[in-house]
């Protein structure tokens, strides 16, 4: 299939919509996590008969696309510990290719109630902490940053296999509150292990042929141009903004998971 024949079988509004929403969820992935909550649900409602994998496998293209820009972006602003974040790196590889390959074992739904508890305290936690992720409030030893950082890789490295949305803003969380590190910098390291994990899972669907090529290029396309103009403004506007935005897509996780369960 090329290019004509992708016009051909989607309307021009439709691939102009996903364009949209692509950059859309570029731009929010690279400030704090969680564009998926926008591009995997239009992509649902786009391509309804389109099984679940192959879907994810198209998403996670594009979104390794936009989250490896972001990432370049911050690199060249943030200093990284690298020992730290190779380990981590390693321990969200792993457990993202791990996750990956249990979505079809997995019950999605009988997860998405305990999901929506943990994310109803993150919001009030940071909604009443004020000064959550302002400043750097840790002084930890390099020991304790690797055991604490392999800890939320492990952890949210599977999650983002089987299933991902909001995987960018649980790894904010998790260096902001576990390692006391400021909001930008966990945005930085976010957005490394945001790749190794979206790498891990795209190996896994990419050899089941689980991708739609072309609207994975597509989309990619708009999802870096979000990236670009979503990291130089969270970098440029700091550390609040980076809280504003994160409470913001908290908020949206919340009524996502909350309609899923009720009433989807």
């Not at 859309?24 to 704090?32: K, L």
């Not at 919001?123 to 690797?146: C, E, H, P």
């Amino acid at each position: 299939m090329n290019f004509l024949d992708l016009l051909h079988n989607y309307s021009a509004l439709t691939l102009l919509v996903l364009f949209v929403l692509a950059f859309t969820a570029g731009f929010i992935d690279s400030v704090v996590g969680g564009g998926g909550l926008i591009q995997l649900p239009a992509m649902l409602i786009s391509f309804p008969n389109t099984p679940l994998p192959t879907l994810f496998g198209t998403n996670k293209i594009s979104a390794l696309s936009g989250t490896a820009v972001a990432a370049f972006q911050y690199a060249r602003r943030v200093k990284f510990e690298f020992l730290l974040l190779a380990v981590v790196s390693l321990c969200a590889l792993a457990s993202s290719y791990a996750g990956a390959r249990a979505v079809s074992a997995i019950n999605v739904k009988a997860l998405k109630p305990v999901i929506l508890v943990i994310l109803v305290l993150i919001a009030v936690y940071t909604y009443f902490k004020k000064d959550l992720g302002s400043v750097q409030t840790k002084q930890l030893s390099l020991n304790r940053k690797i055991i604490f950082g392999s800890l939320i890789g492990l952890a949210v490295g599977f999650y983002d296999g089987f299933f991902g949305p909001g995987t960018g803003s649980f790894f904010v969380l998790g260096f902001v509150v576990l390692l006391g590190y400021e909001f930008v910098t966990a945005s930085a390291y976010a957005k490394i292990l945001n790749c190794m994990t979206n790498i891990a899972a795209l190996f896994v669907f990419i050899r089941q042929g689980n991708y739609l090529l072309l609207i994975a290029i597509l989309m990619a396309v708009g999802n870096v141009a979000g990236s670009i103009l979503g990291s130089r403004t969270a970098i440029r506007r700091g550390n609040a903004f980076i809280r504003n935005v994160f409470l913001v897509i908290v908020s949206l996780m919340i009524l996502r998971y909350s309609y899923d369960i009720f009433f989807g």
